[in-house]
């Protein structure tokens, strides 16, 4: 196993060892189908552009850069609503008996589907994205939802989930102790709980929710298509659990077969448990100990997903770590494009991608990374800006003051 340790930058990679071959079943077309079918029932449905990045890719040297821009999904600043949606629609569906290639959002807002099925109440933890989701889909739908945070969430975070219509606990855990939280509450209080990571007897959610992130990737993959682009060469995905960066390489991989994207995961130095499974022995599912602190809170967790673990040991093809600067510059750089590319902006979690790329393209101390990775003047990458300014008053600190300044 190769691992590469940049003491300048602080960035550090690991090969993995995908076997190159199709198939990865949950994310199989069929179920993304059937989760772009549902999403375009939903009030404000509407394709979340994908930005051409024509002069940031000719200032790094390779041959294109595309950003797929969820600020602009369901008006909700994240692409997280996307799983939570269609989670709480394949549950709704399941208890009434319905086949959900079948079932549409109003379906299920009716009146005749509230009397059937009572006062029922959506539980989940969050960093803010998936609580703001479910909040959301709950309220469209007439049904009531409670959000447990961890402690030190970012207020503005707070505000956006309780504005979606869910009652609101701040809990003085981390991440990974407000989901146990969240799954003993719906146990003891018979809530129904729609958590976007599985552990031991709690597989069926996830799934659905990884399932319901697949639109985002079907979307990107046809517009890719309209821009006459036949694959991209390079993905890279942030991952917190895992759930988005396995829901997305599945797809890439049903997609492309043997054929998909070099893929490169990214975790927060802090809180990089995929990292640590990867370098594992046998790759065993590893927890990230500590305060799992860093700016990408919507990346800060300990404990991996372990169905999107599957798909991620089986398929990357290198893991990173990066410290907040990353983040930081990734969103500095997508704020402001160079000549007429657009703008795209991106918080925390979403622009780690960027960051790194930059990185990777600009330093000479990471020459030897960037060629292992294949990225040349033939390379068209893929980033996924999984959210917009969620966290306004940081966004502002780092695009207009600077705030975590690049090393
Ligand atoms: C903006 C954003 N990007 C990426 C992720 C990572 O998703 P996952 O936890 O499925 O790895 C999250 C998770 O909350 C998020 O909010």
């Known amino acids: 196993m190769i691992e590469y340790l940049n003491e300048i930058t602080k960035i550090k990679a690991l090969a993995g060892s995908p ?9 199989g077309l069929q179920h993304a189908e059937l989760a772009v079918r549902f999403h375009t029932t939903m009030p404000g449905y509407r394709v979340t552009p994908l930005a051409k990045l024509d002069q940031l890719a000719k200032s790094f040297g390779i041959a294109g850069i595309y950003v797929k821009d969820e600020s602009c999904r369901f008006g909700l600043n994240a692409f997280k609503v996307l799983g939570g949606a269609f989670a709480i629609a394949s549950l709704l569906a399941e208890k009434l008996g319905m086949d959900i290639s079948r079932v549409s959002f109003d ?3 009716s009146g005749e589907v509230r009397s059937r099925l009572g006062d029922a109440v959506f539980v989940t933890a969050t960093d803010g994205n998936h609580g703001r989701g479910v909040a959301w889909t709950a309220e469209k739908l007439g049904f009531r939802s409670v959000v447990y945070l961890p402690k030190g969430a970012a207020a503005a975070r707070v505000d956006a989930i309780r504005e979606a219509g869910a009652e609101v606990i701040v809990t003085d855990l981390n991440y990974d ?6 799954a003993r509450m719906a146990e003891e209080k018979g809530w129904w709980l729609v958590q976007d990571t599985a552990f031991e007897g709690y597989e069926k959610v996830p799934a659905w929710i990884m399932q319901g992130y697949t639109t985002m990737a079907a979307e990107a993959v046809e517009q890719l ?4 682009e036949q694959r991209p060469t390079h993905v890279f995905l942030q991952a917190g659990v895992g759930s988005m960066a396995g829901a997305v390489l599945g797809y890439l991989v049903n997609r492309y077969g043997a054929d998909y994207p070099a893929t490169i995961i990214v975790e927060p130095e802090n809180a990089a448990c995929i990292y640590k499974s990867a370098g594992s022995e046998d790759k065993k599912l590893c927890k990230a100990e500590g305060s799992l602190e860093t700016i990408m809170a919507g990346l800060a967790c300990g404990e991996p997903c372990p169905i999107a673990w599957e798909i991620l040991r089986d398929y990357s093809d290198y893991y990173c770590t990066c410290p907040d600067y990353v983040a930081a510059k990734g969103m500095r750089i997508l704020a402001n494009p160079l000549g007429n590319d657009p703008k795209v902006v991106s918080g925390e979690s979403g622009a780690v991608g960027a960051g790194l790329l930059a990185i990777l393209m600009q330093n ?12 040349d003047e033939k390379s068209v990458v893929l980033l996924f800006s999984t959210e917009g300014n969620t966290d306004p008053g940081n966004y502002r600190d780092v695009v207009w003051d600077g705030k975590y300044p690049s090393v």
């Open 19 to 27: 076997g190159k071959k199709a198939g990865a079943g949950m994310t």
């Open 107 to 109: 379906m299920l807002r």
């Open 177 to 182: 102790d407000a989901v146990r939280l969240a």
């Open 225 to 228: 298509r309209l821009y006459g």
């Open 364 to 375: 000479r101390e990471l020459a030897a990374m960037r060629d292992s990775f294949g990225l």
